[in-house]
């Protein structure tokens, strides 16, 4: 289906197209291996070039996980993070309710066809979401909810966030499935420190014991997701083109007029893949870099 078939099929829905090249694609999950080419949109697309978290855990979540979901996400928005994830039940509608009712905004990512609402007990939340934040699919229309398409889904929420909190997940669950994909793609990864006796929350622990960072409070992942979220918000933000001077940036060293691969600018400044995309993106607003197929190159 080209751009404009999908465009009408997607206007016979009441959504939105946003396309790989358009402005309003975000610009992380522009930079991931296998990037959807258009993303069907029921909402407002404007701010999803903005910073985002993602916020996941269990569809059997526990009455605590459920409270901390909200309570985290709430305080998340409010710092000005918007929430993005999977609107299924348990931690995934609770994450979205906690930004919305700090009047934040909340990004659902779904794995069916934008004219269709899974699980059906989320349409209030899903009109909710259209109301203070957008749903967002790369199935076309009409496609039903099927088991091969919700890990495909899981890369879209890891790739467009700067990073990925879990908030409960068991052994094995389809959190760690995205926390699995966060971490490819180079986001930051985050778990609640549950009790060993609480089976629910051993998906968390295992996490931790591999290197994600433990929650305690909503600071652990403002602190550390600071110079990401700066680097964002600057490229969002940018009023000019005078975004960053060639002398300021720490990555435009590294791009030369021959083409280079986002793995090779990783390697050569030795910095997360995040921050090097963000710091990208930023050069990219400032007219300092072109974006090519494959990788990037000076201006």
Same mark, same amino acid.
């Given at each position: 289906m080209n751009?404009a078939?999908a465009k009408?099929?997607?206007?016979?829905?009441?959504?939105s197209?946003?396309?790989i090249d358009?402005?309003q694609?975000?610009?992380?999950?522009?930079?991931? $291996?296998d990037?959807?080419?258009l993303?069907?949109?029921r909402?407002?697309p404007?701010?999803?070039p903005?910073?985002?978290?993602a916020?996941v855990?269990?569809?059997?979540a =526990?009455?605590?996980?459920?409270?901390?979901?909200?309570?985290? =996400?709430?305080?998340?928005?409010r710092?000005?993070? $918007?929430?993005?994830?999977?609107?299924?039940?348990?931690?995934? !509608?609770?994450? $979205?309710r906690?930004?919305?009712?700090?009047?934040?905004?909340?990004?659902?990512?779904?794995?069916?066809g934008?004219d269709?609402?899974?699980?059906?007990?989320?349409?209030a939340?899903?009109?909710?979401?259209?109301?203070c934040?957008?749903?967002?699919?790369?199935?076309?229309p009409?496609?039903?909810?099927?088991?091969?398409?919700?890990?495909q889904?899981?890369?879209l929420?890891?790739g467009m966030?700067?990073?990925v909190?879990?908030?409960?997940?068991?052994?094995?669950?389809?959190s760690?499935?995205?926390?699995?994909?966060?971490?490819?793609? !180079?986001?930051?990864v985050?778990?609640?420190?549950?009790?060993v006796?609480?089976? !629910?929350?051993r998906g968390?622990l295992?996490?931790?014991?591999d290197?994600?960072?433990?929650v305690?409070?909503v600071?652990?992942?403002?602190?550390?997701?600071?110079?990401?979220?700066t680097?964002?918000q600057?490229?969002v933000?940018?009023?000019?083109?005078?975004v960053?001077?060639?002398?300021?940036?720490?990555?435009?060293?590294?791009?030369?007029?021959?083409m280079?691969?986002l793995?090779?600018?990783? $390697?050569?400044?030795?910095?997360?893949v995040?921050?090097?995309?963000?710091?990208?993106?930023?050069?990219?607003?400032?007219g300092?870099?072109?974006?090519?197929?494959?990788?990037?190159?000076?201006c």
């Amino acid at each position: 289906m080209n751009v404009a078939q999908a465009k009408a099929a997607a206007r016979a829905v009441g959504a939105s197209v946003v396309a790989i090249d358009d402005e309003q694609y975000p610009p992380l999950l522009r930079a991931i $291996h296998d990037p959807p080419p258009l993303l069907y949109v029921r909402g407002d697309p404007s701010f999803l070039p903005d910073a985002q978290l993602a916020v996941v855990g269990s569809r059997r979540a =526990s009455p605590a996980a459920l409270r901390v979901a909200e309570l985290l =996400s709430g305080q998340l928005a409010r710092a000005g993070l $918007h929430i993005c994830s999977g609107m299924a039940i348990g931690i995934d !509608g609770a994450a $979205h309710r906690g930004a919305l009712a700090a009047g934040g905004r909340s990004v659902a990512v779904i794995a069916t066809g934008i004219d269709r609402v899974y699980p059906y007990r989320h349409r209030a939340l899903a009109s909710q979401l259209e109301e203070c934040g957008c749903l967002v699919t790369e199935f076309p229309p009409g496609t039903p909810p099927l088991r091969q398409n919700f890990p495909q889904r899981n890369r879209l929420i890891s790739g467009m966030s700067l990073g990925v909190l879990v908030i409960e997940a068991a052994l094995p669950s389809g959190s760690l499935i995205t926390a699995g994909t966060a971490l490819e793609q !180079g986001r930051e990864v985050f778990a609640l420190p549950w009790s060993v006796l609480h089976e !629910g929350g051993r998906g968390c622990l295992q996490l931790i014991r591999d290197g994600a960072k433990m929650v305690l409070a909503v600071e652990d992942i403002l602190e550390e997701l600071a110079p990401l979220y700066t680097l964002q918000q600057h490229r969002v933000d940018a009023p000019s083109a005078e975004v960053v001077a060639p002398s300021t940036s720490w990555l435009l060293g590294f791009v030369g007029f021959e083409m280079v691969t986002l793995d090779e600018l990783v $390697h050569r400044s030795a910095r997360p893949v995040a921050q090097v995309l963000g710091e990208l993106s930023v050069l990219e607003l400032g007219g300092q870099v072109t974006r090519m197929a494959g990788g990037y190159i000076r201006c």
